[in-house]
């Protein structure tokens, strides 16, 4: 507050521009941790004794890690623009990592984006897995019903073919979050300009506005 106004404005546009930058960057790895969480959901189905099946279990854990894909790529984006911003005004190296980032979450992670907005925009997508256990799921259901049907005899386990679909779901699922962490650590630890060296940059100005080296005198003044 002892600096003159136009100084104080220059500082408080600052922390705001790198606290942008901080944000989104925690946002854009609190998406990743929320991957992890969901992979680990698939894991077991707790709602026995209610209407919630073992298909819809999957289905669902399926769609909300499909939605944190997509997630991530709106956010590596937006983290992308406010590290550009921060740069911009603190005067250092400008990021050039988004594009071929972009390609990597097309290749590990497109599949899944694209089948999100399939199941949003159009008709539902889901993985083989989901729809052939879906299946013997209703044809169990029906017999349990007295139905009387001529099943391949591979139906009758069932709960061999929800482990077999839930694995296969959460090796997918964890590849994807295992490329996704990766992608995250490289905008840490590799791609320039690197969080720490902005945060030493911005420190460096905050300090020099303190210590009075550097201000913004208006004119007349």
Request: hydrophobic share 40%.
């Amino acid at each position: 507050m002892s600096v003159d106004e136009k100084t104080r404005e220059l500082g408080e546009y600052l922390v705001s521009r790198t606290s942008t930058f901080l944000s989104a960057l925690t946002q854009l790895g609190g998406v990743v941790e929320d991957m992890e969480i969901v992979e680990k959901m698939l894991r077991r189905y707790p709602w026995h004794g209610t209407p919630i099946t073992k298909t819809k279990h999957l289905e669902l854990h399926w769609f909300l890690f499909q939605n944190l894909c997509y997630s991530f790529k709106e956010k590596l984006k937006l983290c992308y623009n406010a590290q550009k911003d921060a740069a911009r005004f603190l005067d250092v190296e400008q990021p050039t990592w988004l594009k071929p980032e972009l390609r990597v979450v097309e290749i590990e992670l497109g599949k899944a984006i694209a089948d999100r907005g399939n199941t949003v925009h159009s008709w539902n997508v889901r993985t083989e897995d989901i729809d052939l256990f879906s299946m013997i799921e209703l044809f169990q259901e029906f017999r349990s019903m007295g139905e009387k049907l001529d099943l391949p005899e591979g139906f009758a386990d069932i709960r061999g073919h929800y482990f077999d679909a839930k694995w296969r779901l959460r090796e997918k699922s964890r590849r994807m979050e295992r490329e996704a962490r990766k992608l995250f650590l490289r905008i840490i630890e590799f791609h320039p300009p690197r969080p720490h060296l902005l945060l030493e940059k911005f420190n460096s100005v905050v300090a020099g506005v303190n210590a009075g080296t550097i201000t913004i005198i208006p004119k007349g003044a």
